[in-house]
């Protein structure tokens, strides 16, 4: 082999090392990103569940609201709405009973 021939392996060699250097880093660095991006859908997750419980909360109290102040229709409206989860609770009493 030349010397010529061993410059080249040597320069060869060590781009390899380099190149196998790089690749671990971006290993790494790809593992972390996962673990960032796994607990950030978590918390996503954990939000939208409060974001959904909120949501909840808000509609029972605008109903409580509505229901003891506010305009005739919208007491009218109240009024229907409870109309309609005391049917709906009578049909499910009424199946569970059947």
Same mark, same amino acid.
């Given at each position: 082999?030349?010397? *010529? #021939?061993?410059?080249?392996? !040597? /320069?060869?060699? %060590?781009?390899?090392?380099?190149?196998? $250097?790089?690749?671990?880093?971006?290993?790494?660095? *790809?593992?972390?990103?996962?673990?960032?991006?796994?607990?950030?859908?978590?918390? &996503?997750? /954990? %939000? =939208? +569940?409060?974001?959904?419980?909120?949501?909840?909360? $808000? #509609? *029972?109290?605008?109903? !409580? /609201? +509505? $229901?003891? +102040? /506010? =305009?005739?229709?919208? @007491?009218?409206? &109240?009024?229907?709405?409870? +109309?309609?989860?005391?049917?709906?609770?009578? @049909?499910?009493?009424?199946?569970?009973?059947?």
């Amino acid at each position: 082999m030349t010397e *010529n #021939d061993e410059k080249l392996l !040597a /320069g060869f060699e %060590l781009r390899m090392r380099q190149l196998i $250097y790089l690749c671990d880093m971006l290993k790494d660095e *790809n593992a972390l990103l996962k673990q960032h991006l796994e607990q950030k859908s978590t918390e &996503a997750e /954990g %939000l =939208s +569940s409060q974001i959904e419980e909120l949501k909840t909360k $808000y #509609d *029972n109290l605008k109903f !409580a /609201g +509505s $229901y003891t +102040s /506010g =305009s005739p229709e919208e @007491k009218e409206r &109240a009024k229907g709405r409870l +109309s309609k989860l005391v049917r709906d609770v009578d @049909k499910c009493i009424a199946m569970l009973k059947g």
